[in-house]
Each structure stands twice: as structure tokens, then as C-alpha cells.
């Protein structure tokens, strides 16, 4: 019977209390480590054990990244019973390296408001003043901030009764160091006391180029609203990726790791093998980052996505790497809607790109794909689990996953990225 023991180690020997049985495992509580495995490491944070964002910490790099690729492997063959296999796993830097993160906020006994991160299994706001895994500007940026806001009389939001102003800070960045503040609150009451906080948050830190106000009244774990209002300053931030340029609007979808995003799209550029001419479908496309970077002079490109302002940022990064309305498309809507305009604009897709979220792809996606004419799938997933689910369905409709390749873009979380090619046809 497999027994699950948060913090503990492959190699380790401990002494452990079974707090929870099931039919196909256990989940016991890490009472004493008798004797350390050769992979255990002393962790580096000072929040180690309490807050809940890291889930290796006290692992090594090296059984980190095995492990993960075991992961990637298992599921394949558990859950999708294939015989493809993940033999590399792309990896870089372990510290610094998100774009972006969403700070919850809570107040302590005197209303000072400060930010962090939720304890493990919780909404408990554990105080953290430094990430290892946030952008190093980040910290000195959310202290001012949060300083700024308790002086101002903004209260943190209380979930248990849903009262309270400030519900999250979320910062992005660019690989050129600029930055987008995002204060998200229950009501649009601050935005005249905002814009004189965004002018005192941009004066003192000239890398935050842009603050806006994101509102969300609902009584919800979700933690965006519908409503996004600009506070101070340029509506998107610039990035470059694989040589192209993008612009990125505060709620667009966009890699959290640029290191590893680039390594991952160039593999994907790399699976597809696009020839000039080729029609290319890119399904969940966010700012146009896969397609774009990964079309070749000649193309016609479409490009699919549900969030309004991400199909704009994709349009516009279209144009900025020289591209036009005549060989490319973006659409705002779901995948088969997609599909019908590539089909009615270029006419059968060569390949089609699909970069779902968690959830994977649903059956009336799979429909569309195999319906769609496309010979090749690039299928880049963030769960496991789902991806062998996917592919599994996927062969049954007369694609064959030939290549796949694991990106530990998350490092020191749980989580890892695999793309994997699928075709229709036999490929050298």
C-alpha cells in the first residue's frame, strides 16, 4: 500500500502516524527522521514548514528533476497505458525566476497590512517579506506598497465574512526589468486615491511602469474580477522571446519562467517542423507567443482565445514582428470557433498548437482537433495526468504521440511542463 508523508524523502527512514487510510493509500503524518536520505537537503527558506508555495524544498535539484520526470513517465504509462516515454527533462535556474506572483494580503492585530502566501492546505496568509522563487525587485516594491495602503486606511479582506478592501497584490515583469502592479480589491472606491498611490509607487521605483486596479466583489476563491482599470501609466509591458517582441497586458496569459519558456518554445518550433506555407491553428493561443514564435516566413497563422484583451495583445504582437492581417488571425472565442475561421480564411491546418489549462483538453476540443484536417499536434501540458488522459483519447482518433519532453519550469513546486508531438502521419 503506497503511504504519502508530506515532508519526508525517497531514502529517508523515519518514524511516521497513519492519519489517513484509503482503499489504494495512506497518508501519515512525518513524526522523526531516524536517518536521512542521500537526496535530502536543509532547506534554504526561512519559511520552510509553514507556507505552502514550495514543495521541494527539502529536496536536492538533482532527485527534483528525476523525480519530476518520473512523473511525467508514470502517467503516461498508468494513466494513458502508452509506450511513449519522456527521456529529457529541459531545467535551469532554481531561484528568481517567476515573471509574476499573486500576493494574498492579510493585517495583523494593529491593521498592518502585509502580503505572503497561503499556509499549506489553507487560506492562512503566511508573512513573507522575500520569495526564492519571486522576481528579486519584487519584495522591496509590495513592502513599500502595503506601507503606502495601511497609511491610506485600506483594509486586507477577511474571506470568512467577505469584509474588507484588498484582496491580492499581483506584480509581473518584464526580462528588460520593467513592472505592472495590480492591486485587487472588492470596489472601484479606491481608484481616486489609487491614482495618487500609483504616482507615489512609480516615483520611488521608476521600474514600475504601469498600476491598475482589478475588481472582484464576489465572495469567491477566484481571484480575478471582471473589471480591470488602468491607475498609472502604459497599458502593456514589452517582452522578447525566441527574437520576437510581445506586449503583455497585466491579465493576458504569459510563462511565468522566460528562461524555460524560450527552451520550451523552440522545442515545440522544433516538433512542428513548419515550412513556409503552412496553415497553423493555435489553440488557447493567450498573447500569440507559441504560434508567433514558431511560424516561419510564409505562414498563415490562427490563433484562438477566450480572454478578450489577450486576442488584442496577440494581435498587436502580430503586427510588431511583422506580420499582417493578410497571413495571420486572432480570434476571440473557443477552439471550434477558431477552427472554422482558419478553415474559412487559409483553408486545412498543417499543425495545430494546444497549450490547455490544468484541466486539459475537453471532448469537444479533441472533436475539433481531429476534425480540423491537421496532421500534426504540438501539445504542451502543465499536468501529467491529464496530457496521458488526452493522449490516450487522441490515438484512439489516429494521432500517434511520438516525441515528448519535460521543462521544469516550476522549480521547487510540484508542478512540470511537457510537450509532446503527435501526428497523423509517420515522421522521420
Known sequence: LVTIVPGAVTGDSIRAKIIKAGKSFCVG????????????????????????????????????LEFKKKLVNDALERIGALTLRCDEIVYGDAEHYRNKAVYPVSADADGELFTGFFARRSHRVIRQDVCLLE????????????????????????????????????????RAGDICLMLIMTSDSFAAAGRRFAESLSKRFPAVKSVWLNVNSAR?????????????????????LCGKSFDIGPTAFYQVNPEI???????????????????????????????????????????????????????????????????????????????????????????????????????????????????????????????????????????????????DMFPRTGHVETVVLLSKEKIG
Open 261 to 407: 519558456a524560450k527552451k520550451l518554445y523552440l522545442k515545440a518550433a522544433e516538433y512542428a517542423q513548419v515550412k513556409p506555407g503552412d496553415i497553423l491553428l493555435d489553440l488557447y493561443c493567450g498573447a500569440g507567443t507559441i504560434g508567433i514564435c514558431a511560424a516561419a516566413d510564409g505562414c498563415r497563422l490562427t490563433g484562438v482565445e477566450t480572454v478578450a484583451e489577450a486576442v488584442e495583445n496577440a494581435s498587436a504582437n502580430a503586427r510588431r514582428n511583422g506580420r499582417s492581417d493578410g497571413d495571420t488571425l486572432f480570434v476571440c472565442g473557443d477552439a471550434s470557433l477558431g477552427a472554422k475561421e482558419c478553415a474559412k480564411r487559409f483553408g486545412t491546418p498543417d499543425t495545430v498548437f494546444a497549450d490547455p489549462p490544468r484541466k486539459g483538453l475537453s471532448p469537444e476540443v479533441i472533436e475539433t482537433i481531429s476534425e480540423s484536417g491537421a496532421h500534426r499536434l504540438v501539445y504542451v501540458s502543465c499536468n501529467p495526468a491529464t496530457l496521458a488522459r488526452d493522449l490516450a483519447v487522441l490515438e484512439k482518433r489516429g494521432f500517434s504521440a511520438l516525441r515528448c519532453c519535460a521543462f
Open 220 to 240: 469567491t476563491n477566484v481571484i480575478l474580477g471582471p473589471k480591470t482599470l488602468l491607475l498609472y501609466g502604459e497599458r502593456t509591458l514589452t517582452d522578447t
Open 135 to 174: 522576481n528579486a525587485a519584487f519584495s522591496d516594491i509590495r513592502a513599500y506598497a502595503v506601507g503606502c495602503l495601511t497609511k491610506l486606511g485600506v483594509t486586507a479582506y477577511d474571506e470568512s465574512t467577505g469584509r474588507g478592501m484588498l484582496r491580492h497584490i499581483f506584480m509581473r515583469s518584464s
Open 29 to 64: 503524518r512525518l513524526e522523526e527522521l531516524l536517518s536521512p536520505s542521500g537526496n535530502r537537503v536543509e532547506p534554504d527558506c526561512p519559511h520552510h514548514g509553514r507556507c505552502g508555495g514550495c514543495t521541494f524544498p527539502s529536496l536536492s535539484r538533482t532527485a527534483e
